[in-house]
């Protein structure tokens, strides 16, 4: 099946600082990427959508400018949590839907990436 | 938007069927049935989907409802490695996938 990456797969940062988290389709064009978090024990919660080329959209109750979401190419759509605090601790995942598979296809996930903020 | 309801757990033995229920009594035409699974400090990975009909594949089975209100993910013969959080996903009409809290598989050997 396709592949998504994302790197790096863990990260830890100190409290104040900014954190960016690549996601990249590696043999498919992705136009669309979702960027999910997940606490321990918990189930993903989706943050936001992206399409190639435009603003990405955010779900109610996250915050837009903490969370940068740029998608500057159908391969590569990037995370920027910004001014990290300790409660921004989580697992973030990526996934990515290619153009042929919009209406019923299948999303692929990255493997995560787990930030630690100190 | 549509919503499934699955149990929070199952136990299997190794080597032995294992059927995962899923409901989705709110589901409309054109939702598609999506099953994923979730290991461990992973992201998920995909295993079947299905809109009407059975869908086999080499990883498991999808069973749906005639009524299409419910639907059962089949792992033929259970392996340890098949132990993770299984989720049952209706694409909905903005076509984002919006995760439950899915079922934990525990396989004994």
């Known amino acids: 099946g396709a592949v998504v990456s994302q790197h790096p797969s863990r990260v830890i940062c100190k409290s104040g600082t900014s954190v960016k988290i690549e996601c990249r389709s590696l043999?498919?064009?992705?136009?669309?990427m979702f960027w999910y978090r997940q606490f321990p024990k918990q189930s993903l919660m989706l943050m936001a959508t992206?399409?190639?080329?435009?603003?990405?959209?955010?779900e109610q109750g996250v915050e837009k400018d903490k969370f940068l979401i740029n998608h500057a190419s159908l391969t590569l759509s990037t995370l920027t949590v910004t001014s990290a605090h300790p409660e921004d601790s989580s697992f973030y995942i990526c996934?990515?839907?290619?153009?042929?598979?919009?209406?019923?296809?299948?999303?692929?996930f990255g493997e995560g990436s787990r930030l630690t903020v100190l | 938007d549509a919503k499934t309801t699955q149990p929070n757990s199952m136990e299997s033995n190794e080597e032995e069927p294992v059927h995962l229920p899923c409901n989705h009594s709110?589901?409309?035409?054109?939702?598609?049935i999506h099953w994923y699974r979730q290991l461990p400090s992973q992201g998920p990975e995909y295993v079947i989907h299905?809109?009407?009909s059975n869908v086999n594949n080499r990883m498991a089975s999808l069973a749906i409802a005639e009524d299409r209100k419910s639907s059962t993910l089949i792992l033929h013969r259970a392996t340890l490695r098949d132990a993770a959080v299984y989720y049952c996903i209706l694409r909905d009409r903005w076509q984002n996938f919006v995760f439950g809290p899915g079922t934990r598989l525990s396989v004994l050997p």
């Open positions: 996934s990515a839907r290619s153009r042929g598979a919009a209406l019923t296809g299948e999303l692929f």
């Open positions: 709110t589901i409309s035409g054109t939702d598609y």
């Open positions: 043999d498919f064009q992705a136009t669309t």
């Open positions: 299905g809109l009407t």
């Open positions: 992206s399409n190639e080329g435009s603003k990405a959209t955010y």
